[in-house]
């Protein structure tokens, strides 16, 4: 059984900043890339930022600049430090991570989910 636990989440006011992390755990085998996605209420689930586990990332237009996502590959973590944050900011930041378990073929596992509140 494989879970990736999301922490980080909170209320922050405009221009303010968090850092949400995750990590997987169970049996795997392998992490191919783990990332971030948000839905906000009434929208359509979306790419926050996404790594590899060579490194290489790629972020949704709207959070380049502000946003980072960083990776411990030895911890099976991902991390996304937000800055600069703004009210469109606010939704559910769920974990994603595609990997392989062991004795399974690679399959996307995603988080339960943290709220991100951007409110003055």
């Known amino acids: 059984q494989v879970q990736l636990v999301e922490s980080g989440g909170g209320l922050v006011q405009p221009g303010g900043s968090l850092r949400l992390s995750c990590a997987a755990s169970?049996?795997?085998?392998?992490?191919?890339?783990m990332g971030w996605y948000r839905q906000a209420p009434g929208k359509q689930r979306e790419l926050v930022a996404v790594i590899t586990n060579g490194g290489s990332t790629n972020y949704a237009d709207s959070v380049k600049g502000r946003f980072t996502i960083s990776r411990d590959n030895a911890k099976n973590s991902v991390f996304l430090q937000m800055n600069s944050l703004k009210p469109e900011d606010t939704a559910v930041y769920y974990c994603y991570g595609e990997l392989t378990a062991r004795g399974r073929a690679t399959d996307d596992y995603w988080g339960q989910g943290t709220q991100v509140t951007v409110s003055p």
């Open positions: 169970g049996n795997i085998f392998y992490i191919n890339a």
